[in-house]
């Protein structure tokens, strides 16, 4: 019984490694291409309404750049609590654009200077620092439950 694997393209061939182009004589591949990778329909979604409706729309918001380490860590103490977050993420690049549109928010007192901002209520909470103070103060889930982020 022949052994069937899996190559690239996903289709399963014989063992013996010949495609369909391959058994039909041709010397051309004409394997299917790979589909495109996902959109991110969120972030098209926060390019659309705008950074600062979707702020005030969400109880709570990150906006963080992928792959960012401290980004990372705020996002998984926010969800150990309970809560899920909206998160926006915005690439290395973009970075400076972003922080330029956030400081356009009212009562952020000119924005966040460096990402992560968290946002809670429509209100900059700040970064990584501001958001490990206020949980150990224990300020930060009253208000997360303020905002209607938590309800227990």
Known sequence: MPRTTSHRN????SSGGSSAAA???SSRSTS???????RDQSR???RKMGILKVVAENPIVTVAVRGCFMCVTVNSLVQRLGV????????????TAMLVK?????GSEGGPWELPAVYVGGKLLGGVDKVM???VKGEFV???RAAGALWL
Not at 10 to 13: E, G, H, I, K, L
Not at 32 to 38: G, T
């Open 84 to 95: 899920n977050p909206k998160m926006i993420e915005v690439e290395e690049m973009e970075k």
């Open 142 to 144: 009253p208000m997360l």
């Open 44 to 46: 098209r979604k926060v």
């Open 133 to 135: 103070e206020a949980h």
């Open 23 to 25: 058994a039909s004589g």
């Open 32 to 38: 299917c291409k790979s589909p495109p990778p996902p």
């Open 10 to 13: 996903f289709f399963p061939t």
């Open 102 to 106: 956030l400081s356009k928010i009212e």
